[in-house]
């Protein structure tokens, strides 16, 4: 009896699920305000909640105008170490408009985490508040 044909069937649900994650990004709705995700290489960053409401997709935020609570979290990877830390962080913003598109760019420093807002012409609008990190 053969193992290969069980073997498959995990190995293709891994695959139909990260296929779903790096699907095309959809059009930003010119009503509300885009945030786009940047981290260092390997962290990986995903958007989780917007004022306390989970978002369906991790790879950016939509909002709409006016003041905003983003909550990211932050798979951090260490080099030369096989232990990831997951960091849970948030910013607070009251000036998103409508069609603007922002950035939140994530930075570490030793055991230091923090993302800066940036807006579309690449001021400085928000930064983060302290990341909780935790051994994943």
């Known amino acids: 009896m053969t193992f290969k044909p069980l073997l498959l069937i995990p190995a293709l ?3 139909a699920l990260l296929s779903a994650c790096a699907g095309p990004m959809p059009q930003p709705d010119p009503g509300e305000a885009w945030i786009g ?3 260092e290489a390997p962290n990986d960053l995903m958007a989780e909640r ?3 409401h989970k978002v369906d997709d991790g790879r950016y935020f939509q909002v709409k105008p006016g003041a905003h609570r983003l909550d990211v ?16 962080g948030h910013l607070s ?8 598109h ?3 760019v994530e930075s570490s420093l030793g055991t230091a985490v923090s993302a800066r807002l940036y807006d579309a012409q690449g001021r400085q609008v928000a930064s ?6 935790m051994p994943g």
Do not use: I, M, P, S
């Open 13 to 15: 649900g891994l695959v």
């Open 37 to 39: 995700l940047q981290e």
């Open 50 to 52: 917007v004022d306390g």
């Open 73 to 88: 979290t932050l798979f951090e990877e260490n080099v030369g170490d096989a232990n990831q830390q997951d960091c849970n």
């Open 93 to 100: 913003y009251g000036g998103f408009k409508a069609g603007e």
């Open 102 to 104: 922002y950035r939140l």
């Open 128 to 133: 983060t508040h302290d990341f909780n990190c």
